[in-house]
């Protein structure tokens, strides 16, 4: 007598079974990384590892090698090239020597003035005294103290607001003092540290170049980066445009948007050559200004600096006649 023979499972569950799906992540679980059925897993994992390393390896060539540079970012750079945040602010006292010459539109010298500039910085703020010698050889020293501005010429008391005006110190604006001047050349000389203050927005321009530009502005010769700077409301109303060269990362021309009380804009085009470094500090010893025609309208020639010369104490108090009889 035949018997059937059943199979172990009903037919429902052997149904049951065949519709059960291997889940997404079977295929990445660790269980046995000998066996071959690995294989497939550890291909994906070195595939995703590969993925992520190349993307890693991207964004830091790019960030590091292909990224141009933000205009904060390009501020640190000439910052560092031209001797370090830390090295100024280390520099507390000092002197040089700014000498002047005035051409006429065919090159002849019209005037010669040497200026010798001492300060002192400190938590005060700062200390600036001017001593001027014109053509003439007279001398012109202009100063503040606790009491305020004060000036002698030949050793004699003289109005300080005459003497600067006289020497050239003072511009046209109704809130000008007599070292009005002297204090933007020394913010001038202080470039570009001075666009690591607060409310100073910098970005980067472009533009095309010629040959003769390119020669006047010295350096490698190659097409200089350009730094605009602008400020907040709250800090100032001019603007800076700075030509940097790629490679040195030093200004190599400056043109100053200065707004008058009148409203008018009153643009300066400054070339900045023959780089030195002194006491740590790289910077222009010469800034030139051009004639349309070519010929140099204006310079100013740096030298005897000296960044670390103490000045004696009481320098910078006023000077008066019977002061000056007894020294």
């Known amino acids: 007598m035949s018997q059937e023979v059943k199979s172990p499972q009903g037919p429902k569950k052997v149904e049951k079974k065949s ?37 890693a390896g991207g964004f830091y060539a790019w960030e590091n090698f292909l990224r141009e540079p933000t205009g904060a970012e390009f501020v640190d750079e000439i910052v560092d090239a031209a001797g370090g945040l830390d ?77 600067a005006k006289d020497e050239g110190m003072m511009c046209d604006s109704k809130f000008c003092d007599p070292q009005c001047a002297s204090s933007m ?29 390119l020669n006047l502005l010295g350096g490698s010769g190659k097409e200089p980066t350009l730094l605009d700077i602008s400020y907040d409301r709250t800090v100032g109303k001019d603007s800076w445009r700075f030509y940097v060269d790629p490679q040195d990362k030093l200004i190599h021309k400056v043109e100053y948007y200065n707004k008058s009380d009148k409203g008018e804009i009153r643009p300066e085009e400054i070339y900045w050559t023959d780089h030195k470094t002194v006491d740590g500090i790289t910077f222009s010893h010469r800034w030139t200004r051009y004639w349309p025609n070519g010929k140099v309208m204006d310079e100013y020639v740096y030298s005897d600096v000296n960044l670390d010369s103490e000045l004696p104490d009481g320098f910078f108090n006023r000077r008066n006649s019977s002061a000056i009889a007894n020294r």
């Open 19 to 55: 519709e059960e799906k291997i889940p997404w992540w079977f295929n990445l679980q660790v269980k046995d990384l000998v066996k071959p059925i690995t294989i497939k897993r550890m291909q994906l994992l070195s595939a995703g590892a590969l993925l992520l390393a190349l993307i």
């Open 87 to 163: 090295t100024w602010k280390g520099i507390e006292h000092g002197q040089f020597t700014r000498t002047h010459n005035l051409y006429d539109d065919s090159g002849e010298l019209l005037k010669s003035t040497e200026e010798t500039f001492y300060f002192k910085r400190g938590k005060e703020g700062l200390k600036l005294q001017v001593k001027s010698v014109g053509s003439d050889d007279s001398e012109v020293v202009v100063g503040k103290d606790d009491e305020g501005f004060w000036a002698t010429k030949d050793n004699q008391t003289v109005d300080p607001m005459i003497a």
């Open 185 to 213: 050349a020394f913010f001038r000389f202080s470039m570009p540290f001075k666009l690591k203050d607060n409310g100073v927005n910098a970005s980067l321009a472009s533009t095309g170049f010629n040959i003769a530009e």
